[in-house]
């Protein structure tokens, strides 16, 4: 019997260490983790440098409210803003935290420049970005917003791909267009670059801003620090959080300039944002994932998982109908029974988590051995012939 509210549906496993790629079970068994938290483990479990830096910083001190300076925190912003387009950076502590600052920053921009109405943000219909009250109005899903109305306004939606819509949508009243650059929840539905670069093309001509949610996409997970990098389009706002963390609770949101100087004193706030155990954390995993060679091999992984599951998709033409993604963040589609085929890659002991769209979603941490994914090939090879 539990005690906890019943609004997750839960796997009936508990686990008691991990180390690595790895989970240990309760009862001893050794699971594959190639869930990795929703993307969040993103230097495995209990790694080494990450528990260095957090122990080292909990002997130091936990908690300073933000009237005052945290050196850790400006020292991980400062690494964020040299890495990416950003100019300045808010931390929070969560994804869904990060994109209703995003959303804030957005119409505080308009309302500081004297055009306060414009303040609807235009989102992918079906999309996902958290679950707070505004974050699940934004994603226009039915299923997310049931019985949670009055419905929170200012968001407009367009289908995922259909660019006339996208145009159609856009009103004198449009602040924003935010989108997952790699849909994660969606089922994994990457933008192309050149898709990128026409959105950013559009936003500059309507003079309406670009907010790319990396929250699940981000931090290395698509073999780029940054899902957008590679199309070299510059967005305004960015929302992070997931990977960031390596585990520990964290979330933030990237600026420009032109921007961020609208959030003056008292604009926004956060008792836990930005909290000396979350960057201390924050710092490592920047330190490990924003190294060229690390996301170069991030890079050659995926090469190798992809190529492989292609290959698989070949051999089993009636159950895999499509592999997708970018770097670490893959998808597996598939025409069967989405949760009887996680459950079997579970028996065989591969941990894995759906998304949309009948899709398997696969999450290994960065830093996972070519021979763990190996070992993972093997599985879904295995569960496929047994289909
Ligand atoms: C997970 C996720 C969020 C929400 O993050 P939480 O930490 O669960 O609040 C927002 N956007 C995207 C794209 C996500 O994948």
């Given at each position: 019997?539990?005690?906890?509210?019943?609004?997750?549906?839960?796997?009936k496993i508990s686990f008691k260490k991990g180390i690595g790629s790895y989970l240990i079970a309760k009862n001893g068994k050794k699971y594959l983790d190639f869930c990795s938290g929703i993307a969040v483990n993103s230097l495995g479990h209990a790694n080494p440098r990450l528990v260095k830096a957090l122990n080292k910083q909990a002997k130091k001190v936990w908690h300073v409210s933000n009237a005052f300076i945290i050196p850790e925190g400006e020292e991980l912003a400062k690494k964020l803003v040299k890495k990416t387009f950003a100019d300045s950076v808010i931390f929070q502590n969560s994804g869904t935290e990060a994109t209703e600052v995003a959303i804030k920053v957005a119409r505080r921009y308009f309302y500081s420049i004297g055009k306060p109405k414009k303040n609807r943000i235009l989102c992918v219909k079906n999309s996902f970005h958290g679950r707070t009250i505004a974050a699940i109005f934004a994603s226009g899903s039915k299923k997310m917003t049931e019985g949670f109305g009055p419905k929170v306004s200012g968001f407009d939606h367009f289908t995922f791909g259909d660019h006339e819509s996208l145009k159609k949508k856009i009103t004198k009243n449009t602040a924003a267009i935010m989108v997952e650059t790699i849909m994660g929840e969606g089922g994994i539905k990457v933008i192309p670059d050149w898709c990128l670069k026409d959105l950013r093309k559009l936003c500059n001509k309507k003079k309406i801003l670009l907010i790319l949610d990396e929250v699940q996409c981000g931090i290395g997970r698509s073999g780029d620090f940054f899902a957008f990098e590679n199309s070299k389009v510059k967005p305004d706002i960015v929302p992070i959080a997931k990977g960031i963390g390596g585990g520990f609770p964290m979330g933030a949101v990237l600026m420009n300039k032109k921007v961020s100087k609208v959030m003056v004193p008292g604009t926004h706030g956060s008792t836990f944002g930005g909290n000396p155990l979350a960057m201390s954390v924050g710092n490592e995993v920047m330190n490990i994932v924003s190294n060229k060679k690390f996301l170069n091999n991030v890079k050659n992984l995926s090469k190798y998982f992809l190529k492989n599951l292609n290959n698989l998709k070949e051999k089993y033409p009636n159950i895999i109908k499509q592999i997708r993604g970018k770097g670490l963040l893959i998808g597996i589609q598939i025409y069967k029974d989405q949760n009887l085929f996680i459950k079997k890659l579970m028996e065989n002991k591969l941990l894995t988590i759906k998304a949309a769209e009948n899709v398997i979603r696969i999450l290994p941490?960065?830093?996972?051995?070519?021979?763990?994914?190996?070992?993972a090939l093997k599985i879904i090879d295995k569960v496929c012939s047994t289909f």
């Open positions: 019997m539990s005690f906890l509210a019943n609004n997750y549906n839960r796997k941490p960065l830093n996972v051995k070519k021979k763990e994914i190996e070992i």
